[in-house]
């Protein structure tokens, strides 16, 4: 089963652009996570969908949005770039229980300049 | 408020030597725990969870857990130590349902295993 991939991997923007990045889930997977990793911050949630409906949000401003699709792939989108968003944004899916382990894709490496 | 603790930023153990990743965890009710690591550049990797049942889990690549309640801990073992472990390892907590799904995680410890 092919895993969680996401696109893409590397990305540089300047600031206040915006930037889409993608997570394609496990097949089956209903639900979609997104983090962003940092050194000095370490993992932090910004939010997770569950057949297209967010679930769950953590403490990012709104420039931090998402959306998941009927097909549970997800996107998530952050307007006006700061220098402050250079992170890895991990996606993670799961099937949808509560126990379930999520699985991490490779990550997006976004610079911003 | 919940959180989750591991102490050490960094373990180095000689290879061939048992190794132990320390996690403790603040979060009421019983919560369901979980071990990633994440090598360079790379995602996390699931390693093991613990739901319920026994107290000691069996995961992947030879590690195992124990969880104390007791204690509020979750340490990381693995009887022998290879250079390959050498990783960034990740505990998470997911606080048991209250309406709530989300993960916390650890801020990581790195694992230097030295030949």
């Known amino acids: 089963k092919a895993g969680v991939t996401q696109t893409p991997r590397y990305l540089i923007k300047t600031r206040g652009q915006q930037v889409t990045l993608s997570c394609s889930p496990i097949?089956?997977?209903?639900?979609v996570s997104w983090y962003q990793q940092t050194p000095g911050q370490g993992l932090q949630f910004l939010f997770e969908y569950f057949s297209e409906t967010q679930r769950n949000k953590g403490n990012f401003p709104g420039r931090f949005s998402g959306r998941q699709f009927s097909n549970s792939r997800s996107e998530m989108n952050v307007s006006t770039l700061e220098l402050g968003d250079s992170a890895l944004y991990l996606c993670?899916?799961?099937?949808?229980?509560?126990?379930?382990?999520?699985?991490f894709g490779p990550g997006t490496r976004l610079t911003v300049l | 408020a919940q959180s989750v603790a591991q102490p050490e930023d960094q373990v180095n153990v000689a290879e061939g030597n048992p190794l132990t990743v320390k996690c403790t965890y603040s979060v009421s009710g019983n919560p369901y725990l979980f071990w990633y690591v994440q090598y360079p550049n790379r995602g996390l990797q699931f390693l093991l969870k613990?739901?319920?049942?026994?107290?000691l889990v069996k995961g992947s690549y030879g590690f195992e857990a124990e969880f104390n309640k007791s204690q509020t801990s979750f340490h990381l073992k693995k009887p022998s130590a290879l250079v390959s472990d050498s990783a960034l390892y990740f505990c998470?907590?997911?606080?048991?349902?209250?309406?709530?799904?989300?993960?916390?995680f650890g801020t990581g410890t790195r694992l230097k295993v030295l030949a």
């Open positions: 993670a899916s799961s099937l949808a229980q509560f126990t379930d382990t999520q699985y």
């Open positions: 097949s089956g997977h209903r639900s």
């Open positions: 998470a907590v997911r606080p048991p349902a209250s309406g709530t799904y989300k993960y916390i």
């Open positions: 613990y739901i319920t049942g026994d107290n």
